[in-house]
C-alpha cells in the first residue's frame, strides 16, 4: 500500500517539472527510496510516472502548439534505443552503484541549470551534419554532431537510473542547437515520454516492475502533468530554473547520503 504522502508528493512534483520540460525522475526515485522501496523497482516506478506525466503535460503543450515533431523524431530516438538498453542491464548494478551515478547525474543537472540560457534566434551553419529549422516563426541550427552522440549518452544513464533525461536535453537544445525555450520546453516533453517508456520496458522485461506500486502513482502524476502544462504556457519560466538547480542538488545530496547510509 502505498502511502498518500507519497502520492501527493509525486502529483506537486509533477505540477512542477511539467512547467519546465523536466521528468522528474531526479525527485520521483528519492522519494521512492525514501519511503523503503528497492532502488531497481524504483528506478521502473521513476520510468512509468515520467511517461504519465509527460504524455499529459505534452497533451497541453502540443495544443497550444508550440512541440517542434520534427525535431524530436530526429534527435530522440538515440535516447530511447539507449534508454531500453540501460534499463535492460540497470539490474546488473547493485543499488549502491546505481545511486552513486544517479547523485553524479544530477548535480550535473543541477549545475547545468544554473547557467544562464539565451534564446538565439537562429544560425549559420549549413554545411553536413547542421541542419537549419524554421518552425512558427523562428529560426535555429541544430548541431547533429554534438546533439545525436549526446541524447544517446544521456539515454543510457537515464534508462538506468530511472529518469528523463530533460535536465539535459533543454540545455542542448537552448545553448547547442539556439531552440527558444519555450519549444524547448513542448519538445522536451514529448521525448520525455518516449524514452521514459523505452527505460521502464527494459526495466520491465528485466522484471523490476510492481503495478501495485506504479499504478496509483501514475495516476497522481497524470493529474499533475496536466496542471503542470496548463500552468507552463502561462507563465514565465526563466525564475524557476534556479529553483529548479538549487532542488535538484538537494536531491543528489540526499540519494549520496542515502547509499552511504545504507550500504547499498
Not at 516506478?45 to 503535460?57: K, R
Not at 554534438?146 to 544517446?152: D, Y
Not at 496536466?226 to 532542488?247: D, W
Request: charge should be positive.
Amino acid at each position: 500500500m502505498i502511502p498518500v504522502i507519497v502520492g501527493v508528493a509525486v502529483f506537486a512534483v509533477a505540477v512542477a517539472m511539467s512547467m519546465v520540460g523536466r521528468g522528474g525522475g531526479n525527485f520521483y526515485v528519492p522519494i521512492l527510496v525514501a519511503s523503503g522501496i528497492a532502488m531497481r523497482v524504483a528506478a521502473t516506478t521513476g520510468q512509468l510516472i515520467l511517461v504519465s506525466t509527460a504524455v499529459a503535460a505534452s497533451v497541453v503543450f502540443q495544443k497550444h502548439k508550440v512541440v517542434d515533431w520534427k525535431l524530436a523524431a530526429v534527435i530522440d530516438p538515440p535516447t530511447d534505443v539507449m534508454a531500453f538498453v540501460g534499463g535492460l542491464f540497470a539490474h546488473r548494478l547493485g543499488g549502491f552503484g546505481l545511486k552513486m551515478v544517479f547523485m553524479v547525474l544530477l548535480v550535473l543537472a543541477g549545475l547545468v541549470m544554473l547557467r544562464p540560457m539565451k534564446e538565439p534566434s537562429g544560425g549559420k551553419g549549413r554545411s553536413f551534419g547542421f541542419w537549419r529549422r524554421s518552425f512558427r516563426g523562428y529560426e535555429y541550427t541544430v548541431n547533429l554532431w554534438l546533439a545525436i552522440p549526446m541524447t544517446a549518452a544521456t539515454g543510457l544513464v537515464a534508462g538506468m537510473v530511472g529518469i528523463s533525461g530533460g535536465s539535459f536535453k533543454i540545455p542542448l537544445m537552448v545553448l547547442l542547437c539556439g531552440v527558444p525555450m519555450r519549444v524547448a520546453v513542448g519538445t522536451s516533453s514529448v521525448m520525455i515520454a518516449v524514452t521514459a517508456l523505452m527505460g521502464f520496458s527494459g526495466h520491465a522485461v528485466a522484471g523490476d516492475f510492481s503495478p501495485g506500486v506504479a499504478l496509483p502513482l501514475a495516476a497522481a502524476a497524470v493529474l499533475g502533468g496536466l496542471l503542470g502544462g496548463m500552468v507552463s504556457v502561462r507563465v514565465n519560466q526563466a525564475k524557476l530554473k534556479k529553483v529548479f538547480a538549487y532542488t535538484t542538488l538537494a536531491a543528489a545530496g540526499f540519494m549520496g547520503l542515502n547509499a552511504v547510509m545504507s550500504g547499498r
